[in-house]
T-cell receptor
Framework: GENVEQHPSTLSVQEGDSAVIKCTYSDSASNYFPWYKQELGKRPQLIIDIRSNVGEKKDQRIAVTLNKTAKHFSLHITETQPEDSAVYFC????????????FGTGTSLTVIP | GAVVSQHPSWVICKSGTSVKIECRSLDFQATTMFWYRQFPKQSLMLMAT?????????EQGVEKDKFLINHASLTLSTLTVTSAHPEDSSFYIC???????????FGAGTRLSVL
């Protein structure tokens, strides 16, 4: 089955700096890659996603890049704010065949004011 | 976004009893629902996938007789932890997607404590 690795497990940045979280996946058939943000005690919320036919996607301060050949994708958060502090999970999925999400191990991001 | 409701949010039970957790899609028809287990400060581990009207598909290592899943309607799936033991204590969270959707919407989770 799919194996998703995520690094780093913890990340601290100063407010206003950028944060980068990286994930790798094992199944070359995976074609959909969502990123979820989970604040303490709350449900995971989708923040951005990318499909395999696209190399990059951006939404304001958040961007995701995908390298299909290397089987890795990254989340980039620019101009970080304290409210960005949370645990971020990447996932890989084969859409339209069950669409199961296999999650990475999570990154705890702390933005220091 | 779509709304998924999960109930109860917290349950404490005695060892040997069964506990049922409900997952409802409030404003869409959920053709597929998923059940995850999350240990403290760890990732979401997929337990099973359920499609409305059919048997759930369990991930390797998940005991189907221990974790009974029913998806009887397009808006409701239930997870029953049978004969619960302390090692079953965990955070259980469901998600749902509509037909043709890529995105999964998550419930708020259920914290199960087995004494």
């Amino acid at each position: 089955g799919e194996n998703v690795e995520q690094h780093p497990s913890t990340l601290s940045v100063q407010e206003g700096d950028s944060a980068v979280i990286k994930c790798t996946y094992s199944d070359s058939a995976s074609n959909y890659f969502p990123w979820y943000k989970q604040e303490l005690g709350k449900r995971p919320q989708l923040i951005i996603d990318i499909r395999s036919n696209v190399g990059e996607k951006k939404d304001q301060r958040i961007a995701v890049t995908l390298n299909k050949t290397a089987k890795h994708f990254s989340l980039h958060i620019t101009e970080t704010q304290p409210e960005d502090s949370a645990v971020y999970f990447c996932a890989a999925s084969i859409a339209n065949t069950g669409n199961q999400f296999y999650f990475g191990t999570g990154t705890s991001l702390t933005v220091i004011p | 976004g779509a709304v998924v409701s999960q109930h109860p949010s917290w349950v404490i039970c005695k060892s040997g009893t069964s506990v049922k957790i409900e997952c409802r899609s409030l404003d869409f028809q959920a053709t597929t629902m998923f059940w995850y287990r999350q240990f403290p400060k760890q990732s979401l581990m997929l337990m099973a996938t359920s499609n409305e009207g059919s048997k759930a598909t369990y991930e390797q290592g998940v005991e189907k007789d221990k974790f009974l899943i029913n998806h009887a309607s397009l808006t409701l799936s239930t997870l029953t932890v049978t004969s619960a033991h302390p090692e079953d204590s965990s955070f259980y969270i469901c998600s749902a997607r509509g037909g043709g959707w890529y995105i999964q919407y998550f419930g708020a989770g259920t914290r199960l404590s087995v004494l």
